[in-house]
Each structure stands twice: as C-alpha cells, then as structure tokens.
C-alpha cells in the first residue's frame, strides 16, 4: 500500500496561487471567494454516485442472465406430477410467467417492471418478490449490520492494541486468536456456538429474532433493535438483542480475524513514517498523534480490506441464518434457488448486488474523505 | 572568535546511545549557542541524526541513553515524556530530510501549522490562522492564505520544506535541529533554504544544529563546525579554522573528498 507522491505541483511556485485569486476578481460583485465549480469532494461524490447507477442496471442484466442460463425447468420445478403430464397446464403456466416470450422481451418485461417496484411473484409463496424480501431485507440488514459494527469495533481496536504492543505477550495471544478466526470455517463455528451456548450453556435464546410469543415491535426500520428501542419497549430489545448477539459473533467471528491482522500490518506501516516522527517531534499528545498521525492513514487499506470483507459477509448470511434459523435473505435465496423460483432469485440477486454496490460507493467515497490525493486527481 | 558570546542554549556532555547493544554514540558533546549555525558534519552512519533525535528524546525503541542533554536546566535525557512534550514543538524543533515524507499526506497546511501552536501556546483558531499565514509569509511562501487550505503534495519540494520550517518555528522555539534539511532537495532550492535558516537564526536568536554531510553546505552558514566519525565528535571549532586548517586526519580527509575546496566567505 505504499503510496508514492502525486507529482508534485509545478504551478506551485506561485502559478499556482494565480486562479483562486483570478476568481476573487471575477466574482468580486457577488463577494464568493469559492466559484462556482463545486467542490472537489462533491464532483468526486457524484462521479462515483453515476458510475453505481450504471452498474446496478448492469446487474439486473446479470441476474437476468445467469438465472435464465440455470439448467434446469421451473415448470418441473413448480407444477406437480400429474399437472406436467397435462401441456395445456403446462403452457398456461408458462404463459401466465411470461417464460413463452423470447428472453430479450422477457428482460425488457422485467426492466420494465423493476421500473414500477415489480420483481415479479414469488412461485413459491405466491406473494410478490418485493413483499418477501420486505420482510427478509431488514432481519439481513439487522444481522449483516451488527456483524459489521462489531467486527469493525473489535478488529480495528484489537489491530491497533497488537501493533502498540507489538512483539508482547499482548499482541502474540491476539495474533493467534485472529488465526484462529480466520481459519474456522462459518457453519461449522454457527453449529458449535449454537449447541454450546443455546443447548448446553443456555446462555442465548433459541433460535429466530425474537422470544417466541413476544410481538414483533411496531415496524419502523424493520430492525427489532431499533424499532424496539423507537417504540420504548424495553423487554422487547433486550430479546432482540439477545437472539441476535450469537449469531452476529458468530458471522463477525472472520471479519475480526481479517481486520486485527490488515489493521495491525497497517499501523505498523504508519508508525515507521516521517511524518509520525515529525509529530511527536512537535510535542503533540499520544492520542492526538495516533488518531490524526497513525490511524487515519492506516485506514486506506483497512477500509479495503472492510469493504472487501463486508461482502463476503453477506455470502455467511446463508449459513448463518439456516443454523439460527434467521428469516433473511440468505435463507429466503437458499429456499427460492432449490425450487427453482426464477423471480424470487432474481430479487435476491438484484439486492445482493445492489449491497455490493453500496459497501462499493462507501469505500470509494471513504478513499476520498480519508485521503484528499485521491479526490484530486 | 567568539569569546564574550557564551550563552549556551543546550548543551550535550558525553552522549552515549546504544541501540540493541551496539553503540551508536560514544560520548559526544556539543554546545548550541542563541543566534549560532552549529554544523554537524560527518559520513552516514557516524551518529549525527542519532545525536538530533536523542535530544528530542526521539530515538528508536529500544535505545540505551547515558550522559547529559541539559536545556534550561534540566537533563533532556531523564525527563519524562510528558514533560518532554512541553519542551518539543515548542521550545525546541526540528526540521526533518525529506519534506515529502515529514509532513503528513492528509492533513492541511493549516492544521499542520496550527496543531502544535495551538496546544502549546493555548492560541484559539483564528489567532493560530493568522500566525501561520504570518509565518509562511516569513518563509516566503507566496499566496500564504490560500496556501494554508491546501495539501502537502499540491506545493514542490522546496515550498515544502519552507513549510517545514515554518512548522519548527510556529511555537518560537529556541533551538533548532536540521537533520539534513536539504539532502533532499534541488542543488538550486537548496541555497534558499539555507539562506532562510541563516536569517532565522540571526533574526530570531535560534541556536540551530543543522546536520549535514555536505561541507559545501557547512562551509555555507555554520559558524561552528564539528566533525563526527564513529560516534564521537573528533573536531569542534570555528568554521574558519576547522574548514581551512583541520587538525583531525579525518576532517581532512572529508575535506579533501570535496571536488573543489570551500572558499571562504566572511561571516
């Protein structure tokens, strides 16, 4: 991650102080001293904001075609034994799910529909896509999100306790212990910790989001936590946050590992440059010193190293959520995907990639608030 | 030469540092007077920046120091950090080789001259702005409100290690240290800075070190000259003497490795 200087301003000697002051004159009646070109980091906001947009009408044409390429015949996959045997039943079917028409009108259809909030109905539930991954969105959301809030809190700070510490008994037992989370297989640690606290321990509740017979708080957000706590009732979050602690650890468990590790190489990395000597030589404080000297510039790589991490994430999701029997969407993708539920598939494929894309635009958009070479150039 | 004008601002007496058991410093001693270039010469490796970040108590981890660096009155060297920390920054500074490095990447301008000003001197952020735009005018930065908005890598090599300077000096130390503040740098930029340092320790009153393996650049604006082989200081004396007539075989032998000798300007 070593980061060469930009080349250096030329215009710095003086040509480059020219414009701003050009620009004072020209906008002297209005007294703006900024112009009118926005600002670096709003042009560099928009650029990336565009570029997603483009690529999230490039993954509904993705999931459209790998769904269609899938061997395999939803006919088969939902009519019954004896109303296959019946064409007429069978082309109604296909008919009635525009699955007769030739694949390039059946992606415009979906398009089309995508347009107006239409992922299609679901074949199996025989709900519209939109209302089952409503329901599945946010339960994902609340698991991926408190994954990713503490793997972030505890591998950055465990990262940068190891590389204080660095060669101490400290910073060996963390190393280890990040091995260790890096190593261990997701589903087989979401089975343990599921056995181990929930049956033998009793520690955590069962399965789900919530305490079987508690009402599920009134829905704000979608996340029990926080519409619990918007709501007031107290009973309601401390289950919620119960039925989600074990198996958000159990998800966050790699993440930690992979963050400690990334983190602790790079504050190392920063600790050995210039210009955190040049700070302590001017007498700034220790927590000023690693906080604007060392940490904000070890979290480029931490921050792609996140994102990166966020994504795979979402793919534990499924096992996860089969164990803790989670209603999200990796569960919902894992029942749409073995029956054959085209649409239902698609609308995962369509979040799924629409996620990515967010953690995408975050990093990028991160890059530029962290560094301000990269809004530059 | 300089008698009658003895007001020691640091002094360092038989300076020992050993790093992972070898010895990177064997007994310097070195006097900075207020308003004097103190030169420190020798090749890589003979202990001249270790001698620099010792007294800024900034040697790496692991260093076994002995000896004593007094600054008003107290030994540098048995200070705790915290207290350290009042004295770096602000009463004493240092400007670092290589401004591409030595300032941070991400910071502004601004910030990185207001940071130190403003914890040490307890300024509020309006005054700390004006006496950085104050201080890059001194160090002749054009344009220096506009410049305290921008970024490290928006100004050349030069402009950068102006602004270096500017830093050390934000908190009006007394004593400066150069590490080679111009090894970095254009051979054409590089009388600038000099002349800059030259001014600001007779304008200010700063006793400055300025280190350095070029004799070319010592024979410039020390006005003490010492010369370290091996961590010690085998030749201290004035330039004149110590350039023209060294009594240290080694000395001459770094002397006589310059392509054309020194001429000598008056001070």
Known sequence: MSRTSVPSNAGADGGGTAPPSRGRTASAGRGAGRGRRPRPLVRFLIRRIVTALLLAVGITLVTFVLTNLVPGDPVAANLGQRALGDPAIVAQWRADHGLDRPLPQQYLMHLEGLLHGDLGTSQQSHRPVLDDLAGAVPATLELAGAAILVSLVLGVGFGVVAALRRDRLSDHVLRVLSLVGISVPTFWLALVAFYVFFFRLQITPGSGRIDPGMTPPPQVTGLYTVDALLSGQWDVFSSAVGHLAAPALVLALYTIGLLTRFTRSAVLEVLGQDYVRAARAKGLPGRVVLFRYVLRPALVPIVTVAGLAFGSLLSGTVLVEAVFAWPGVGQYAYRSATTLDLPAVMGVGLVVGVVYLVINLVVDVLYGVIDPRVRVS | ?267
Do not use: W
């Open chain 2, 1 to 267: 030469m300089t008698a009658g004008r003895k007001t020691a601002a640091l002094t360092i007496e038989g300076l020992r540092v050993a790093i992972g058991g070898h010895d990177v410093l064997r007994g310097v001693d070195l006097t900075l007077e207020a308003g004097r270039v103190h030169g420190l010469a020798g090749e890589s490796g003979s202990g001249k920046t270790m001698t620099g970040l010792a007294v800024l108590g900034l040697l790496p981890h692991g260093s076994r120091t002995s000896g004593r660096i007094e600054f008003a009155g107290r030994n540098l060297l048995e200070t705790p950090v915290r207290e350290l920390d009042e004295v770096r920054g602000a009463k004493i500074a240092m400007v670092f080789q290589d401004p591409a490095t030595s300032l941070h990447p991400m910071l502004t301008v601004e910030r990185q001259l207001t940071e130190h000003m403003r914890h040490h001197l307890g300024v509020g952020r309006k005054e700390a702005r004006e006496r950085a735009a104050g201080l890059l005018a001194k160090v002749r930065i054009p344009g220096p409100e506009e410049a305290l908005k921008r970024y490290p890598h928006q100004f050349s090599g030069g402009m950068r290690q102006r602004i270096a300077v500017a830093v050390a000096l934000a908190c009006e130390p007394e004593v400066l240290i150069a590490d080679e503040p111009t090894t970095a740098l254009d051979v054409t930029v590089q009388a600038g800075i000099l002349r800059l340092l030259r001014g600001l320790c007779d304008d200010l009153g700063l006793a400055v070190l300025l280190v350095t393996h070029d004799l070319g650049v010592m024979s410039a604006v020390a006005d003490e000259v010492s010369v370290m082989k091996d961590g010690l200081v085998v030749e201290t004396g004035p330039r004149g003497r110590v350039l023209r007539e060294p009594r240290h075989p080694y000395t001459r032998s770094l002397l006589d490795a310059l392509p054309v000798p020194p001429e000598e300007k008056s001070p």
